[in-house]
């Protein structure tokens, strides 16, 4: 799904004002409020929570996406595709475990912050990206790799130079399912004192506060929705200039 030219400018400056300027939205919100109690959240800065969950997913992104890369080149060649199976078992580790469960078996490790949302994100992420690299080292054209093999490229030449470029479009549609998956996911990190924007949504859960649901909510909607729509018009670039 893409956003519109003049929809794009004013979901960036709606995102901007609720982490930058929240108490702008203070008549919106206040219906939503419990009488009395705060409209706005204001225990943590929006900005900072909203950086540490940014951060975060990126983190565990990057590293998804290097490990599973690398898996998905390793089972592509000839000498690795019998550990295609065992491959796809370890990337199916995260979507097999709730991100809950897997939360609660980190903290004992991990103790409590970063760590245990990091491992999470990690494992959740992995899948989506394992299988669109497989793809699209998979369904390379052949008459392109002969032509690189024609031209005296060795492996590692025709890896960096022309599969990695031809397969980073379909590749870039995973790490965006998982970009979008970790998002959302991130949220729950708060839950085991890691600071994401599902600090806001908690709170206003065990206040029984909408407002602060739904500001929360709203915010990392925004960034879904926006990050993930940059992403396809950097996927649809790389595909004009791929001649895809």
Known sequence: MRIGAILRP???LLLLALVLKPAWFTPVFAP????????IYARSSLLSL??????LVAAATTAATLVAVTLAILVTRQAGEAFRPLSRTITNLGQTFPPVAVLALAVPALGFGAG???VALFLYGLLPIFENAVT???????TTMEAARGIGLNRWQRLVQVEVPLALPVMLTGIRLS???SLGTATIGSTVAARTLGEVIIAGLLT????YVVQGGLIV???????YDALVQLEAHLVRRTGG
């Open 50 to 55: 909203s950086l540490s969950h940014l951060g």
């Open 179 to 181: 970009v979008v998956i």
């Open 116 to 118: 245990p949302t990091l």
């Open 208 to 211: 029984s506060n909408t407002a």
């Open 136 to 142: 699209g080292f998979s369904t390379l054209p052949p």
């Open 32 to 39: 939503l409020a419990p009488e009395g109690a705060p409209v």
């Open 10 to 12: 004013a979901l960036v």
């Open 221 to 227: 909607g925004l960034f879904a929705v926006l990050i």
